[in-house]
């Protein structure tokens, strides 16, 4: 079979990262250019209990109410942004690896390239000199054609390169270069070529793996040969179940040629399969739905906003423009919406309207402590380093204590501050709480009641005066503990900790669960921000409103994420679209 390039006029700019391009399991090679019973020691306590008294519901409000940030004009309800971003908000990751920079590795200088690369049309006799002159190991071909991909080596460069690999070949140009040329005129969108390379594919393979089907599928879908995509997706099914890009790529076709009905039945598929949308593909329904007047169609709009909701997923800023756009373009409903913030009250700013509690609700929270019992406690979390002996010997200690308060990671919050001894750190902590009348449990380690430069026997005596004290074996994990106690006190409980907990949300075993475990953490986890001078401890206030999305059916609160914020995953939005139909 002869390999002929037929039509081949243009090779512009490659290898940009794009959403849309994954190549499937075979691709790694082309993605490399995309880019315990309880007891007390003779000598030594390992926990001790402060007299008890009773649980101080007031208390434990005042600490909530007078934790907030340090801002100088705190009368100005409106102000909500603050140098220390909130613990869980979008950026916050990113904002504290700024303020405490870590010592950076010396990088070592990048390996020049071994030859300069053309920049005009080789003929033969040149790519076999530039070939004798390359002294790398790995494949001529395969490297050059990577490096003018990074490079963004002309076109005619690229197209003398195959050219000259099928004179060699009696016109045989191999598989894999055959792919990445493919792949290029997918991202140029070079339609015809695409034609050319998928009419090739078909002549000399009898069937193709899912990288190349879904290049194909890409490359076909704004052509009127567009529901050759469909067939190819019916070619993936066969060995494997199609990537969301798949179906994404096959339902932005079909909307884009007005078949709204395939579209549809492509995202009902997709949901089929667990897969969750690319967010992309669901402003596509909302672009397309802005010239439908239809109230089926609507009502599935609708159900996407509930799915986003269920799920914990927030649009972009692009795709909240389009639901925006779309609530105001129905006719006769007034919708008018408005980009705006949260206060720290749970109010809209926009609007005025208190958004959902963060808290949950009595039978969501047994649910989740039964889950987190068995699963991360009793199931054999495996990122917990304790023996069974140990966590039986914590449960009978939390058994005969009344409910806490506060729990505090001992060894966790005594680190937060580097330059100050760690037990001192750790006292201030405590006895700022204490001084609230709140019952605390600090969790700790044994290594921690040893007298030394950074733990003085004097400071965490007192700290054992004033909180209930359990230290643990050294090699143990303390976050199951932290868990157990702050789960078994009671909703009430709020616990103190800089960990994040995503290894423990890891081991829950399913996403509705995982959601729960969010929520709760983001309404009982405090953050210290700050520690001045005299040993004032300030806390930051904690979350009082669920950022989902949420409607009253007269109105939407959509929170989104901001282009040029980068936020992980374990981190929520702080912008949100209000939208409000007008009567």
């Known amino acids: 079979m002869t390999f002929c390039f037929i039509g081949i006029q243009s090779f512009p700019k490659l290898w940009k990262s794009n959403p849309y391009l994954g190549l499937g399991p075979f691709h790694s090679h082309i993605s490399r250019f995309l880019k315990d019973c309880y007891g007390i020691r003779t000598q030594q306590k390992w926990f001790s209990l402060k007299t008890a008294s009773t649980q101080n519901t007031k208390a434990m409000n005042l600490l909530i109410a007078t934790a907030r940030y340090c801002r100088k004009d705190e009368g100005r309800n409106k102000q909500v942004s603050s140098k220390f971003p909130h613990l869980f908000a979008a950026g916050a990751a990113k904002k504290r690896s700024q303020m405490n920079p870590k010592t950076k590795d010396h990088a070592l200088p990048p390996v020049r390239n071994i030859i300069q690369l053309p920049t005009k049309p080789l003929d033969s006799e040149e790519w076999d000199k530039l070939k004798e002159d390359f002294k790398g190991k790995a494949n001529f071909e395969d490297w050059i054609i990577s490096q003018m991909a990074h490079c963004n080596s002309s076109v005619d460069v690229a197209k003398s390169l195959l050219a000259w690999v099928a004179a060699k070949n009696n016109g045989i140009v191999g598989y894999n270069l055959l792919v990445k040329y493919l792949y290029l005129c997918v991202f140029h969108k070079q339609t015809s070529e695409v034609f050319d390379v998928y009419e090739i594919m078909k002549a000399r393979y009898k069937s193709l793996e899912s990288g190349a089907n879904t290049l194909l599928i890409r490359g076909l879908i704004d052509s009127d040969r567009w529901k050759e995509a469909l067939l190819l997706l019916e070619d993936i099914k066969k060995v494997m179940t199609p990537s969301k890009k798949n179906y994404n790529d096959c339902i932005q076709g079909a909307l884009l040629h007005q078949d709204v009905n395939i579209a549809w039945d492509l995202y009902q598929e997709l949901l089929g399969h667990d897969l969750i949308p690319m967010m992309e593909t669901l402003k596509a329904f909302f672009d397309f739905g802005k010239d439908i007047k239809d109230d089926q169609y609507s009502n599935k709009l609708l159900d996407i906003l509930l799915y986003l909701r269920n799920n914990q997923l927030y649009p972009g800023e692009s795709f909240a423009r389009s639901i925006k756009t779309w609530f105001e373009s129905i006719p006769e409903e007034h919708w008018k919406g408005k980009f705006t913030k949260i206060q720290k009250s749970g109010q809209c700013l926009g609007c005025g309207k208190n958004l959902e509690s963060i808290h949950l609700s009595p039978e969501e929270y047994e649910f989740l402590k039964g889950k987190i019992m068995r699963d991360v406690i009793d199931g054999g979390d495996q990122y917990k380093k304790t023996t069974p002996q140990e966590l039986k010997r914590f449960q009978n200690f939390v058994k005969y204590c009344p409910p806490?308060?506060?729990?505090?990671?001992?060894?966790?919050?005594?680190?937060?501050?580097?330059?100050?001894?760690?037990?001192?750190?750790?006292?201030?902590?405590?006895?700022?709480?204490?001084?609230?009348?709140?019952?605390?449990?600090?969790?700790?380690?044994?290594?921690?009641?040893?007298?030394?430069?950074?733990?003085?026997?004097?400071?965490?005596?007192?700290?054992?005066?004033?909180?209930?004290?359990?230290?643990a074996d050294d090699i143990s994990e303390d976050d199951p503990f932290l868990l157990y106690a702050t789960l078994h006190s009671g909703n009430h409980c709020k616990f103190i900790t800089k960990d994040l907990m995503r290894d423990h949300k890891a081991c829950l075993p399913d996403a509705k669960t995982q959601r729960l475990f969010f929520k709760w953490q983001q309404g009982h986890q405090m953050a210290i921000i700050k520690r001045l001078p005299g040993s004032k401890i300030t806390f930051q206030h904690i979350l009082s409103y669920d950022t989902v999305v949420q409607t009253t059916g007269d109105s939407w609160h959509i929170p989104y994420d901001e282009d040029l914020v980068e936020r992980y995953s374990y981190e929520v939005p702080t912008t949100w679209l209000c939208l409000q139909r007008k009567t």
């Open 404 to 471: 806490f308060d506060i729990v505090i990671d001992g060894l966790n919050v005594a680190k937060m501050f580097p330059k100050v001894r760690e037990s001192q750190v750790l006292l201030d902590v405590v006895s700022q709480l204490a001084k609230q009348n709140l019952r605390v449990l600090v969790l700790g380690r044994k290594h921690m009641l040893m007298q030394r430069a950074r733990w003085r026997k004097d400071e965490m005596e007192k700290v054992q005066k004033l909180a209930s004290c359990f230290f």
